[in-house]
């Protein structure tokens, strides 16, 4: 069973940045790959960017391309997600979940195990 935790989420007006943290429980969190999706109210879950166990691969939905980083410290279990240059179309609720493989996966049906979430809100 792996833990995932989010943190980090907060108001911000829009072109302001946030950094969410996401923590993993586990032994052996670099051979998981992780990743954030986030879901707008009324909307599907949607991809939002995934890293690999490793850390030196990464894939951005195009939407968050330029303005989001991810990055992972396999030392500490914890993924982050730096969000600049934000819209108010980024507001959703923001999940961090991990897949039990080192691979990235952009689909959220190919992660097992999922966070709460934290809420984003961009004003405009």
């Known amino acids: 069973q792996v833990q995932v935790a989010e943190s980090g989420g907060g108001l911000v007006q829009a072109g302001g940045s946030l950094r969410l943290s996401c923590a993993a429980s586990?032994?052996?969190?670099?051979?998981?790959?992780m990743g954030w999706f986030r879901q707008a109210p009324g909307k599907e879950r949607e991809f939002v960017v995934a890293?690999?166990?490793?850390?030196?691969?990464?894939y951005y939905a195009d939407s968050v391309k330029g303005r989001f980083t991810i990055s992972r410290d396999n030392a500490k279990n914890t993924v982050y997600l730096q969000m600049n240059s934000l819209k108010p179309e980024d507001t959703a609720v923001y999940y961090c979940a991990a897949r039990l493989s080192p691979l990235i996966a952009g689909r959220p049906v190919e992660y097992d195990y999922w966070g709460q979430g934290t809420q984003v809100t961009v004003s405009s």
């Open positions: 890293i690999r166990g490793s850390g030196d691969s990464t």
């Open positions: 586990g032994r052996t969190f670099s051979s998981y790959a």
